[in-house]
């Protein structure tokens, strides 16, 4: 039973638009969330992050939004740069408890 | 080191070999975790460690996988009687406390059963 996931594995987007890339989980206890991206034949790398007591949190072209009553999160890019192709993985956590990742959204930026 | 270290960083192994990965976190962090991401898959939770507490092993995905840490810092995964299905890339991180804080990767351990 996933408990985070990712229903979209491929996003194209044209460089210089908006990149949206969506994220649903099902515990309700989940009370921290995290975006990271991924080059290949690379460890992940931490993007952004929001805690359960926010619903936005921005940093640079990078915005994550949190809607706690649909269990639903996104991470918004933008301008969208050919640089941010990468598999960006949603990622969520209890306190105290483990970090759970989603499949991952491959993202093409076109130039 | 600044960050996670992980070795070896390429392992090619025989089917039914035991294999051992290493992990060496950042300095100061209490949280370990190892996670793998098989070809065309997300990221797998296998173990997770926090400070002196009993390890989270929930997502070990037979007995034939087992870690330990050892002093709170450096830890290993043991992968026993090695199968093809066990390829993929391993991945470590650690942080200062769990959830809360960003966990930081390792570039990963590249697993082939052969």
């Known amino acids: 039973d996933q408990q985070v996931k990712q229903n979209s594995p491929s996003l194209s987007v044209q460089e210089g638009r908006i990149s949206i890339l969506n994220c649903d989980y099902t515990?309700?206890?989940?009370?921290?969330f995290l975006w990271y991206k991924k080059y290949p034949a690379e460890g992940p790398t931490f993007l952004i992050s929001?805690?359960?007591?926010?619903d936005k949190n921005e940093d640079g072209r990078f915005t994550v939004f949190l809607n706690k009553s649909a269990k639903h999160l996104s991470l918004h890019i933008v301008p969208s740069q050919p640089g941010d192709s990468a598999v960006y993985f949603c990622?969520?956590?209890?306190?105290?408890?483990?970090?759970?990742f989603g499949k991952g959204t491959k993202l093409s930026v076109k130039p | 080191g600044a960050g996670v270290s992980q070795s070896p960083s390429n392992k090619v192994t025989e089917k039914g070999k035991d294999v051992e990965l290493r992990c060496d976190p950042i300095s100061g962090h209490t949280a370990l975790y190892w996670y793998r991401q098989s070809l065309g898959q997300g990221l797998e939770f296998l173990i997770y460690?926090?400070?002196?507490?009993?390890?989270?092993k929930s997502g070990l995905p037979s007995d034939r996988f087992s870690a330990e840490r050892t002093g709170g810092s450096v830890s290993t995964l043991t992968i026993q009687r090695t199968q093809q299905e066990d390829s993929a890339v391993y991945l470590c991180?650690?942080?200062?406390?769990?959830?809360?804080?960003?966990?930081?990767f390792g570039e990963g351990s590249w697993l082939t059963v052969v």
């Open positions: 990622a969520a956590s209890v306190s105290q408890g483990n970090l759970i």
């Open positions: 991180a650690s942080s200062l406390y769990s959830s809360g804080n960003t966990i930081y």
């Open positions: 929001i805690s359960s007591i926010k």
């Open positions: 515990n309700s206890m989940f009370d921290y």
């Open positions: 460690f926090q400070g002196n507490s009993a390890p989270d």
